[in-house]
């Protein structure tokens, strides 16, 4: 019994440190993205001379805005698969847990139902 919990709590460790990972990895490639395009809009802006410059910057943002909407549902949908994987993940871990204690209680069950046919 104590090597099945020491294995499972093996597992469960590894499970956690393997999704923390790949939150970070998501949260960090994120925050790149966003970086990188406030860093284009910023070097944008700079640029800007003249009015020519100011409605091609304007004319940019509007793109620019819809892409980083389409960003954000991909990203929004990225963390969804990241949590739906994560609580599969752990689940897994806790049905197999829970698998051998319920076995146990379906014993005295056949036992009470095999005293109710005696009775």
Partial sequence: MNT??????????ETLINQFGKAAEIQME????YADVAMDQAQ????VRNLDDLKALTANQAETLKSLNDQLTNDWKAWQNY????R???QSIFETETSQPSAEPKAP???S???KNAA
């Fill in 83 to 86: 949590f739906s994987d994560t």
């Fill in 30 to 33: 994120t925050l790149r993205r």
């Fill in 4 to 13: 099945d919990l020491l294995e499972k709590a093996s597992r469960l460790n």
């Fill in 113 to 115: 139902g095999s005293n």
């Fill in 109 to 111: 069950t056949k036992t």
């Fill in 88 to 90: 599969e993940r752990m």
């Fill in 44 to 47: 944008q802006a700079a640029e």
